[in-house]
């Protein structure tokens, strides 16, 4: 028997076996990327760390929460401040406002600054000649002026050449009702400032931050899904931040983090979870977001979109549960 006889042979003793059909697996769980921009700074490190993640993960999109504080420095380029900002942008990003009371960004929208109360617990100071306000709380200014500087906000950006979506994100994820009120009030439709403040148990503790966050968002966990929240101007939908921000955060934390979320038997439908980062400790923190998008590069049972595209699945799929009942 020659050995292309001998092959036939045993290919018609063994039967065949079947072929495995190929599955996609389904998409279980939708992670938003978001990126608070403190408007504090713009430094190349910074930047090159986030023109890094972009080009290594093309297709995660980011929710950028946007400070018009930039603009609003003493002796800034509005110019180059732009081209900046845009070397880290790509086509499928969101831009939604994040604002942070700096002095100069309160008195341009026609407000009066105060040094208190802060995240800190001390007033906010000019030590080292630096601007004061990023530490200030915004529930430190009342309804109108929140409005005002809501209201400036968005128009010094599209000014720039930014159209807003309708996504907003608190200073210090301290949004009160009067905060939610008013930026609703300005047209956001959707906030993402819930989250866990176990997240900052290290970091934060001890400092009026943390009890902060842990008194405005109690019922929050990892786990939270969206919801909406009345305001008196109207419903705002709470998209949580589940993961904070990679300065609490590690890579591995983040990566069980949304490993956990996966594996919740508690929750039905498709899932929703947020990681993110600050854009001025991109260079130091990026490395960690990086560590978590490596992880699930390949991973079938998430997609990553933008916080108003995350919002539109989630009240699709409430509305199918709800036409279904
Ligand atoms: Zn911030």
Request: aromatic share 8%; charged share 25%; hydrophobic share 40%.
């Amino acid at each position: 028997m020659n050995l292309r006889s001998l092959a036939l042979l045993l290919l018609l003793a063994c039967p065949l076996q079947a072929q495995e059909p190929t599955t996609q697996p389904t998409v279980e769980l939708i992670v938003t990327v978001s990126v608070d921009w403190e408007g504090r700074s713009l430094d190349a490190a910074n930047v090159a760390a986030m023109v890094d993640l972009r080009e290594r993960f093309p297709k995660v999109p980011y929710t950028h929460f946007l400070n018009a504080a930039y603009y609003t420095h003493a002796d800034v380029d509005a110019e180059v401040i732009g081209r900046e900002i845009r070397k880290t942008l790509l086509a499928s990003d969101e831009i939604g406002l994040h604002i942070h009371c700096w002095e100069s960004l309160m008195v341009a929208s026609g407000v009066t600054f105060r040094d208190q109360p802060t995240f800190w617990g001390r007033p906010a100071s000019r030590r080292g000649g630096r601007e004061p306000g990023h530490e200030v709380e915004l529930d430190a200014y009342d309804l109108e002026e929140i409005r005002k500087v809501t209201r400036f906000s968005k128009e010094k950006l599209k000014e720039q050449g930014f159209e807003l979506s309708k996504s907003f994100r608190c200073p210090g994820w301290c949004a009160s009702a009067k905060i939610l009120h008013a930026v609703r009030a300005e047209g956001f439709l959707i906030d993402s400032s819930a989250t866990d403040a176990a997240w900052h148990d290290q970091e934060l503790d001890g400092l009026p931050i943390h009890a902060r966050i842990r008194a405005l968002w109690p019922e929050i966990s990892p786990l939270s899904q969206p919801y909406p929240i009345e305001t008196t101007s109207g419903e705002i939908l709470e998209m949580p931040d589940t993961g904070a921000l990679a300065d609490y955060v590690t890579g591995e934390e983040m990566i069980a983090h949304l490993e956990t979320v996966l594996a919740a038997e508690k929750l039905n439908g498709l899932r929703f979870a947020h990681i993110g980062f600050h854009h001025e400790t991109a260079a130091r923190y990026g490395p960690r977001v990086r560590e978590c998008l490596e992880h699930f590069a390949d991973d079938g049972r998430i997609a990553f979109k933008t916080l108003e595209e995350a919002a539109r699945l989630f009240r699709a799929q409430k509305k199918t549960v709800e036409i279904g009942k």
